[in-house]
């Protein structure tokens, strides 16, 4: 049963903990003068140019051995790249998926040569990749996928229609999960994961405008497109069960914790000079929720580097990680608008702004609430 | 937690549950007393589980005792087993000694004192020192759960020194941590409770609506747990850690009895059912020690005092274990 032993007490080590200060220098000259409202954007922050200088550094595919590129450093290194990316709101999207699941996911499941194929470019922030999951039938209910890869002489035929695809319009390849058996009612059996080139003839990017102006996501088309035999990624019919083992590292990492961070300190910096003990309080409690989630993140950092697949602690924690990163804009909005005789910061009421406008959608991406829920409900024995 | 860790914890966790059943639960419900349980409790040993070993202890780290306080909580153990360990420890670090049969709580101010209604001693605050005190009564348990709402002070058997040691800090800490333990029993009986309990010919743990509750409940529970856990990871008790640990045990201690009790139904509140042992507690450690608001607004002011550039700073420095 899920219980604290669940999430055994982790302490970063030494060595990882090493990196921090050259990743803080690093950012603190990289970062400075870009305004509150643009850090917030964080992992949703798209800046090829930001990724290609630290990869410069080494510190794109840090978990990626040397031989393919990567800095061949440990889990909690990347615990602690991730963290200070994140609190300092550095705009991480470009190279985001490649190196959290695209990466591993070949290192684990690729042949040699698409190994060497693609993680080399990955660690240079050459490449950068997005993830196809969802389709317009299919989003919570994954397993109901209907995007089909037919194989012929020369490699696969793919068609179908891929959305909710995030910055598919500047990734050069997707990772999609796709059918390549059976029917949508066969649910789990029949799905393959492949490696999919965005240029091929025959795929179509259209944006999907949200009400925000914002066009981070989008719909992909694929009509007739071929692809090459060794597009596919790991064992054909294996998708489902490579799917889930990227879960829970995509569902594990002080993203789900940290999306609202730029705000909170913002917030919290003007409190220097007349904190009210309300404030004081709603700080306390934000700050009171969120350190048990990083325990719980740095645990399960520990877990994945023994190569442990904690699937159930990992939904448990994104559920009430994203919960905490909604209510942040709630309670600071909350708090603003308490004090209507003082003027909101601009920059403050920016960021604010942005985030009151996303926020809903945090426990939407990576597993909505209720699919996690369920999860945990079979975790706790009651499925 | 090692292995070492966890057979001791095994161990101790089948010495209270055979020790303070629901049972003597009642009897002491209806009349506190530190017997027949403080003996058989004493008799284990763990007493002086924190004291230094050239005191004559076992000298474990407040980290090691965490999954034990737990587990007192986990029994709903009104005797004050927990706070007797921390005072032995900190007596035998001031080169003094309690007496061997003295239940003592700690009693910074608080609006009531769990597990004061059977205590023998008590530690409290005098200026700059701590003293320890023999206690010629005790004032009201309104809740029925072993509390009190004050204490009468006799004799003052010694005292010391106050620097570096906040009584209202580690009484909060144990309470927070015991908390954590009756809310892991709250969930443990909920879950039993949903997989047997039939409603529209089926279990109600098969209903999508009673699924989702429960896995709130869990949530609520694992990160009041790591909270508890992290105040008590290093080596005395920090403001930080346990103003997070109380703030979330306190707030979350809402939905965790409301989501135990609406899957029980009506019977959870009942006198024969266990139930009612766990939560009543729970409510009454809200009241002791400080309130969430209490402490997350002490955790707010040294966020905003301590100036570090950004919460996982803060966090990092103050809030994960080990943290000084």
């Excluded at chain 1, 994140?86 to 040569?113: C, F, K, M, N, V």
């Excluded at chain 1, 789990?188 to 944006?207: A, C, E, H, W």
């Excluded at chain 2, 763990?46 to 909580?73: K, R, Y």
Aim: proline letters at 5%.
């Amino acid at each position: 049963m899920l219980t604290v032993d669940s999430f055994p007490a982790t302490r970063i080590p030494e060595a990882a903990e090493a990196l921090r200060p050259q990743i803080k220098a690093f950012l603190a000259d990289r970062l400075a003068g870009m305004p509150a409202s643009r850090r917030a954007r964080t992992w949703s922050g798209f800046d090829a140019d930001f990724s290609r200088a630290l990869a410069e550094r080494g510190w794109v595919g840090l978990t990626m051995p040397k031989h393919y590129g990567g800095a061949g450093l440990d889990a909690f290194a990347r615990f602690v790249l991730v963290e200070e990316l994140l609190a300092a709101g550095a705009p991480i999207a470009a190279h985001w998926i490649g190196d959290r699941q695209s990466a591993p996911l070949l290192l684990h499941y690729g042949t040699e040569a698409q190994r060497q194929a693609f993680l080399p470019r990955i660690c240079r922030a050459e490449i950068f990749f997005c993830i196809g999951m969802s389709e317009p039938n299919a989003g919570s209910d994954l397993a109901s996928v209907r995007t089909r890869a037919v194989r012929e002489a020369d490699g696969w035929r793919l068609n179908g229609q891929k959305i909710w695809t995030t910055y598919a319009h500047k990734s050069h390849y997707m990772i999609g999960l796709v059918r390549t058996s059976g029917t949508p009612e066969d649910r789990q059996k029949g799905l393959s994961q492949f490696l999919i080139d965005l240029s091929l003839p025959g795929v179509t990017v259209r944006p999907i405008r949200l009400g925000t102006g914002d066009t981070d996501f989008n719909e992909v088309f694929f009509d007739n497109v071929l692809l090459p035999d060794d597009a596919l990624v790991g064992q054909e019919g294996n998708g489902w069960a490579q799917v889930n083992a990227e879960l829970a590292f995509e569902r594990s990492g002080p993203e789900r914790i940290y999306s609202s961070l730029v705000l909170l300190d913002l917030w919290a910096a003007t409190l220097r000079a007349s904190p009210s003990r309300a404030d004081e309080e709603r700080l306390g409690k934000l700050l009171a929720r969120l350190a048990p989630l990083r325990a719980m993140s740095v645990s399960m950092t520990g877990l994945l580097a023994q190569g442990q697949s904690p699937l159930t602690e990992a939904a448990l924690f994104k559920d009430m990680g994203t919960e905490l990163e909604q209510a942040i804009p709630g309670e600071i909005a909350d708090a603003v608008a308490t004090r209507l005789d003082t003027a909101c910061d601009p920059e403050l009421m920016r960021t604010l702004a942005y985030l009151m406008q996303l926020n809903h959608v945090f426990s939407l991406r990576g597993g909505t609430r209720e699919i996690l829920r369920g999860m945990i409900a079979r975790g706790l024995g009651l499925r | 937690m090692n292995d070492d860790n966890s057979v001791l914890t095994d161990s101790f966790r089948r010495l209270v549950a055979d020790i303070a059943t629901p049972e003597r639960t009642r009897t002491f419900e209806a009349a506190p007393a530190l017997e027949p349980v403080w003996s058989a409790l004493a008799a284990s040993g763990f007493l002086d589980a924190l004291v230094p070993e050239d005191c004559g202890g076992a000298g474990l780290s407040l980290a090691s005792v965490f999954p034990l306080v737990m587990i007192l909580g986990e029994h709903a153990v009104s005797v004050p087993y927990a706070e007797t360990m921390v005072a032995r420890a900190l007596l035998a670090a001031n080169g003094q000694q309690a007496p061997d049969d003295a239940a003592i709580i700690l009693a910074p101010p608080s609006p009531i004192l769990p597990n004061g209604a059977a205590a023998t001693h008590a530690l409290v605050n005098d200026g700059e020192r701590i003293a320890l005190v023999r206690l010629v009564g005790v004032g009201e348990d309104p809740f029925r759960a072993g509390g009190a709402t004050g204490i009468q002070i006799g004799d003052r058997l010694c005292d010391l020194p106050a620097d570096g040691f906040d009584l209202g800090l580690a009484a909060a800490g144990l309470a927070a941590a015991q908390m954590a333990g009756a809310m892991s029993r709250l969930l443990s009986m909920s879950l039993r409770y949903a997989n047997e309990r039939q409603q529209f010919g089926r279990p109600l743990g098969k209903f999508q609506a009673i699924q989702q509750q429960l896995s709130v409940m869990a949530e609520q529970v694992i990160s009041v747990q790591v909270a508890a856990r992290t105040a008590m990871s290093g080596h005395g008790f920090n403001v930080a850690g346990v103003a997070a640990a109380k703030a979330r045990a306190n707030e979350a201690t809402h939905l965790v009895n409301g989501i135990a009790h609406a899957v029980h139904g009506a019977i959870g509140a009942t006198e024969e059912f266990d139930l009612q042992l766990y939560s009543r507690r729970l409510k009454q450690w809200q009241l002791a020690f400080g309130s969430e608001s209490f402490w997350a607004g002490q955790l707010g002011r040294l966020r905003i005092l301590a100036g570090s550039a950004t919460s996982a700073d803060f966090i990092r420095d103050h809030l994960c274990d080990g943290a000084a």
